[in-house]
């Protein structure tokens, strides 16, 4: 796919890594025309450079910048900051796990885009791992939320590098930003973000419900939880489903609405 201009300055383009995890792919965003910063440069993959390229184009790029370490989302991260000459920018969590240096960034942190006003914040968000950040782009009010919110379905939270506990909090901080758009990690941009937030949110605490539910029904392992509270689900998701199920029973023990002990042998 060639890059796309999303307006504002903000161009994508999509990596050739497509699954059920995935989507359509992992999604490079370039914020400015003239002094850049590159979010996500994406899996190692033939092409990915040539689609980084086209994405670039003429702009200095000053900063790589990782929302996390997962590979799908930063394999490229130091071929991409030696081609553009760039340097890496990222939590210190996520530039310990591919150890790398880089500029280490911190939530209320700012990074210049271009000869402008436009400043992109940088936003604590674990959850969906430990090590997640959000980027939050003003005055426009965008939100380059990497894997915290997706395009499409839900975002995958697997206990115990990502909490719900900590994912919960995540999306609080979020809607309280009020963002105008949401630009995720992967599928297509989301409009509606307030709502979507909030969906998210209520989503999580439904599906707590669920778990509850299936339990009392008789449900005696993740596995048998799984059949009660998802009717169906795309060959290949149900490890992925079971991770969210493991990290909901933490949260809802650490709540106190569920014996550890339960918890342990639903996990064996």
Wanted: glycine letters at 10%.
């Amino acid at each position: 796919m060639k890059a796309r201009e999303l307006g504002g300055g903000v161009g994508v383009v999509v990596a050739g890594n497509p699954g059920p995890l995935t989507l359509d792919g992992t999604r490079s965003y370039r914020i400015g025309k003239h002094r850049a910063l590159l979010i996500d440069p994406g899996p190692d993959l033939p092409g990915q450079m040539e689609r980084l390229a086209g994405l670039v184009g003429d702009a200095t790029v000053e900063h790589v910048c990782l929302t996390h370490a997962h590979a799908d989302h930063a394999g490229l991260a130091q071929v991409a900051s030696n081609a553009f000459g760039a340097r890496l920018a990222a939590s210190e969590e996520t530039l310990a796990r591919l150890d790398l240096d880089g500029r280490v960034l911190q939530g209320g942190d700012r990074l210049e885009v271009d000869e402008s006003s436009s400043q992109l914040h940088v936003v604590e968000t674990p959850g969906h791992s430990a090590d997640s950040l959000s980027f939050y782009l003003r005055p426009a009010q965008w939100l380059f939320a990497g894997d915290t919110v997706l395009g499409a379905g839900s975002s995958l939270v697997v206990h115990p590098d990502g909490r719900m506990s900590s994912y919960l909090v995540s999306l609080a901080k979020l809607i309280a930003l009020r963002p105008k758009r949401i630009l995720p990690g992967h599928g297509e941009p989301i409009s509606e973000a307030e709502r979507v937030l909030e969906e998210y949110r209520r989503h999580r605490l439904d599906r707590e419900g669920q778990i509850l539910a299936a339990i009392d029904a008789g449900a005696m392992s993740i596995g048998a939880i799984r059949l009660q509270v998802y009717e169906t689900l795309p060959p290949g998701l149900e490890p992925a489903a079971e991770a969210s199920i493991r990290a909901h029973l933490v949260h809802l023990a650490e709540r106190g609405r569920l014996d550890e002990e339960i918890v342990a042998s639903l996990s064996a």
